[in-house]
């Protein structure tokens, strides 16, 4: 098995539970039975060997991986334990995970913090924003690179108003358009205020024939080491554990009519989001992200 020089992987296994309540999320209060949590922690462990194992197997590849589980894993210890042995790895350049931040952080004390970041996401009708941002402060004060973001809708408008004035001017404040909900021009000026990069987020992108990293430098595994190109399109490259997948990486255009979720968009080449997020593609920090220049 012949692996890229650089290859990113999403890794979404199957763990589906949350501990929020969010009324536009398909998995809030979700709760897996005790069966599909050793599931999920076996399907982990071998994913993470797999990746340990690639220091030998494939010298000279560079991995950065991704969590991006449907449901909230930072309140599972097998994906703490996860992050800080992945961040250790030398031929590992990154580990990120999506977040709600519920969870403790001084876990994270223990991990290569050059290596581990975090997306995290504020969700107002779940928490207080003062709880949320004593977290950032924590993460801040362990030296632990972190986004932060809201979705995008109108009576989260307020809030984030709130948070971007209360984080630091050098902490990236992301805001996701809506699912389904559409924008008119004064209603995005209000959230391009307080996140710059709004517009990237605000209409599907147009992506049919379009050069895209993903199915070449970026693939999606799940739980059972399936790989896809990515988590939008449901065709198999192969296996991640049987090596399968390895001969079908190639540079191609996005089949896709268009693509509306910042994992996915991220990687169009004509849209130069990773000269935009240079360093930070995967924890969606922009390059040199200070408020007062950005792009």
């Known amino acids: 098995m012949t692996l890229p020089p650089t290859l990113t992987l999403l890794y979404r296994g199957p763990l589906a539970s949350c501990d929020y309540d969010c009324p536009y999320c398909p998995f809030a209060k979700r709760r ?37 589980p449907w449901g909230e894993g930072l309140v599972r210890s097998w994906y703490r334990a996860a992050i800080v042995r992945l961040s250790h790895l030398p031929h590992v350049d990154r580990v990120a995970i999506q977040t709600n931040l519920s969870g403790r952080v001084e876990w994270l004390a223990e991990c290569d913090r050059a290596a581990a970041a975090l997306w ?49 001017d050098d902490v990236y404040l992301w805001v996701n358009a809506a699912e389904g909900h559409s924008y008119t021009d004064d209603e995005a000026a209000h959230w391009q205020a307080v996140d710059p990069l709004f517009h ?36 198999e490259l192969g296996n991640l554990y049987d090596g399968s997948f390895a001969e079908r990486l190639r540079p191609r255009p996005c089949p896709a009519a268009s693509c509306d979720c910042h994992i996915g968009y991220v990687h169009l080449e004509p849209l130069d989001l990773y000269q935009v997020f240079r360093g930070g593609v995967l924890e969606r920090i922009p390059a040199g992200w200070d408020r007062s220049g950005a792009t």
């Open 200 to 235: 990237h987020s605000r209409y599907p992108h147009a992506s049919r024939g379009l050069p895209c990293r993903t199915g070449d430098t970026v693939v999606s595994v799940d739980g059972d080491g399936t790989v896809r190109r990515c988590h939008f399109l449901p065709t």
């Open 120 to 168: 995290t996401t504020f969700h107002p009708t779940q928490t207080p924003r003062e709880r949320f941002l004593a977290k950032c402060r924590r993460l801040r004060e362990l030296g632990v690179r972190f986004s932060v973001g809201i979705v995008g809708l109108p009576e989260h408008l307020d809030a984030a108003r709130g948070l971007r004035a209360d984080l630091p």
């Open 32 to 68: 897996d039975t005790p069966e599909q949590l050793r599931a999920d922690r076996a399907a982990l462990d071998r994913f993470v060997g797999w990746v340990a194992d690639q220091a030998e197997q494939s010298p000279g590849t560079r991995l950065s991986v991704l969590f991006t």
